[in-house]
């Protein structure tokens, strides 16, 4: 398997960190075992799923929280997946820490709603369950197939 760092870059408040949260919950209900408290909607955790590490951190706002995760997982992740902003400092720290440990890195966004919706439109809660589903289905196929 390629170590891989999924970033789940986005701007403020676009269901980055809900996603991730959701990705946690999936993970535990597919299998996954975790030391860490997963019952809030910001967390980092690792979790062993399958023949992998993955490492889980639903917030990235801030360089300084991007770069303290990735201190935290310390290079014991098959797999990370971390919420980024779509610009500037922590998509940097996710790219150097791929870049400088041999990680391959996948940029993500989930899928979201802009502006007002007619009514009978898709929640945005189902979206963001959706994205979380996708993001799993990556997970196992990363795992079971060399991607």
């Known amino acids: 398997m390629t170590c891989t760092i999924i970033g789940v870059w986005g701007k ?9 949260a959701l990705l946690g919950a999936k993970l535990i209900c597919a299998g996954a075992t975790t030391d ?47 919420a980024s902003r779509s610009s500037g400092g922590t998509m940097a720290e996710l790219q150097a820490y791929a870049q400088n440990h041999g990680y391959r890195l996948i940029w993500v966004t989930p899928l979201q709603l802009e502006g007002a919706q ?26 079971a197939v060399p991607l």
Request: net charge positive.
């Open 36 to 82: 860490n408290n997963i019952n809030h909607t910001e967390y980092r955790a690792i979790f062993k799923y399958h023949s992998a590490t993955i490492g889980l951190q639903t917030y990235g706002d801030y360089a300084r929280a991007v770069r303290e995760g990735l201190s935290y997982f310390n290079k014991q992740c098959d797999i990370l997946v971390m």
């Open 118 to 143: 007619p009514k009978g439109s898709v929640a945005v809660g189902a979206l963001k369950d959706y994205s979380a589903r996708q993001l799993l289905q990556m997970v196992d196929d990363m795992i």
């Open 12 to 20: 403020a408040n676009t269901g980055k960190s809900t996603t991730l």
